[in-house]
C-alpha cells in the first residue's frame, strides 16, 4: 500500500479550509527567512501559497545573510508582541552566523507553530502536546488516515533530531507504541531496524535502506530528502526495492513533505483558537 501523503494533505487542506470559515476567525502566520538559500525560499512560498489557500493571513519577512542573531531576535520580539500575529515560523536552518537555539526559544510558545521551542517539546514529551513538530504529526496524520495499527507495535525512528527523530518517539510512545531510536552510534542498526513493524527513517542517506533492512510486512515512512547525481529526490529507502517486502510506504516525493505543511496550517489554525478562545473544543 502506498501511503499517499499527497492525497492526505489535499483532503485535510479542504477540511481545514472550512473549519476557518465556519470560525469567523482569521488567523496569521508570519515567516521569517534568513538569508538568500533557494531551498528555504521555495519551501517558504510553498507555506504562504498553502496559508491562501485555506484562509490564513500571511507576512513574510525576509533578512540579509549577514543579520546578526540580534537583529533576528528583534523580528521575533516584534512578531511576539503583535496581536494580529498567531503564528511564527522561522525557516531552518539559519545561517552560521545566527545562533539558531537563542532564536527558536525566543519565540511565545503560544505562537510557536513549528512546536520547536522547549516548552511545546516538553509538553509533547509529557503526553500532553499542544503544538508537535509539524512533520512528526504529519507522519502521524498519515498513519491514522490509512488506520495503520501503532498500540502495541514496535516502532523504529533511526535519526534523533529534535526537529523530527525525537518529537517522532514521542509521539509514538504518546500512540502506545513500544519505540527505539537509533542514531549513528546504535550498534546492530540493521538488526533493529528489520524487528520495525514501523520503520521511520530520517537520516539523510540516499537510498540507504534496503530490502534486507526491513522486516516482511513493514510499514515504512520515509524522510529523507536527498537527491543523485541528475538532480533527482529521493528519500532515505530504495522504494522501488523495497514496496514490494513493505506493507505500506510513503514515497518521497509526495509522502511525508506535503503532510508538513498541512500540519503547519493545522497548527497556525489552533493558534488562533487558542489566542481567541483560550481553548479548543
Known amino acids: 500500500m502506498i501511503l499517499d501523503g499527497k492525497a492526505v494533505s489535499e483532503k485535510r487542506l479542504e477540511i481545514l479550509k472550512e473549519k476557518i470559515e465556519e470560525s469567523r476567525l482569521y488567523p496569521r502566520l508570519a515567516t521569517i527567512?534568513?538569508?538568500?538559500?533557494?531551498?528555504?525560499?521555495?519551501?517558504?512560498?510553498?507555506?504562504?501559497?498553502?496559508?491562501?489557500?485555506?484562509?490564513?493571513?500571511?507576512?513574510?519577512?525576509?533578512?540579509?545573510?549577514?543579520?546578526?542573531?540580534?537583529?533576528?531576535?528583534?523580528?521575533?520580539?516584534?512578531?511576539?508582541?503583535?496581536?494580529?500575529?498567531?503564528?511564527?515560523?522561522?525557516?531552518?536552518?539559519?545561517?552560521?552566523g545566527v545562533d539558531t537555539t537563542r532564536v527558536i526559544n525566543a519565540v511565545a510558545p503560544g505562537?510557536?507553530?513549528?512546536?520547536?521551542?522547549?516548552?511545546?517539546?516538553?509538553?509533547?514529551?509529557?503526553?500532553?502536546?499542544v503544538f508537535a513538530p509539524c512533520t512528526?504529526?504529519?507522519?502521524?496524520?498519515?498513519?491514522?488516515?490509512?488506520?495503520?495499527?501503532?498500540?502495541?507495535?514496535?516502532?523504529?525512528?533511526?535519526?534523533?533530531?529534535?526537529?523530527?527523530?525525537?518529537?517522532?518517539?514521542?509521539?509514538?510512545?504518546?500512540?502506545?507504541?513500544t519505540v527505539t531510536i537509533c542514531h549513528s552510534k546504535t550498534r546492530n542498526l540493521e538488526d533493529e531496524m528489520r524487528n520495525a513493524d514501523i520503520l521511520v527513517s530520517a537520516i539523510g542517506k540516499l537510498k540507504f535502506v534496503g530490502t534486507d533492512?526491513?522486516?516482511?510486512?513493514?510499514?515504512?515512512?520515509?524522510?529523507?530528502?536527498?537527491?543523485?547525481e541528475q538532480g533527482k529526490l529521493h528519500g532515505d529507502v530504495d522504494f522501488e526495492a523495497v514496496r514490494d517486502r513493505a506493507g505500506a510506504i510513503t514515497p518521497v516525493p509526495g509522502g511525508v513533505g506535503p503532510m508538513t505543511i498541512a500540519t503547519?496550517?493545522?497548527?497556525t489554525f489552533l493558534a488562533a483558537k487558542l489566542r481567541t478562545c483560550g481553548t479548543v473544543r
Open 213 to 228: 533492512m526491513i522486516k516482511a510486512g513493514a510499514t515504512v515512512i520515509d524522510v529523507g530528502i536527498n537527491y543523485d
Open 33 to 96: 527567512i534568513v538569508g538568500e538559500d533557494p531551498g528555504s525560499k521555495l519551501y517558504v512560498r510553498m507555506k504562504h501559497r498553502a496559508c491562501e489557500r485555506v484562509g490564513i493571513g500571511s507576512v513574510g519577512i525576509e533578512l540579509p545573510e549577514d543579520a546578526s542573531t540580534e537583529r533576528v531576535l528583534e523580528t521575533v520580539t516584534r512578531l511576539n508582541n503583535d496581536p494580529e500575529i498567531d503564528g511564527i515560523l522561522v525557516q531552518l536552518p539559519l545561517p552560521s
Open 111 to 129: 505562537k510557536d507553530v513549528d512546536g520547536f521551542h522547549p516548552c511545546n517539546l516538553g509538553r509533547l514529551l509529557a503526553g500532553t502536546p
Open 264 to 267: 503547519l496550517m493545522e497548527n
Open 136 to 177: 512528526p504529526q504529519g507522519i502521524m496524520t498519515i498513519l491514522d488516515e490509512y488506520k495503520i495499527p501503532i498500540a502495541g507495535k514496535r516502532a523504529v525512528v533511526v535519526g534523533r533530531s529534535i526537529d523530527v527523530g525525537r518529537p517522532m518517539a514521542a509521539l509514538l510512545l504518546n500512540a502506545d507504541a
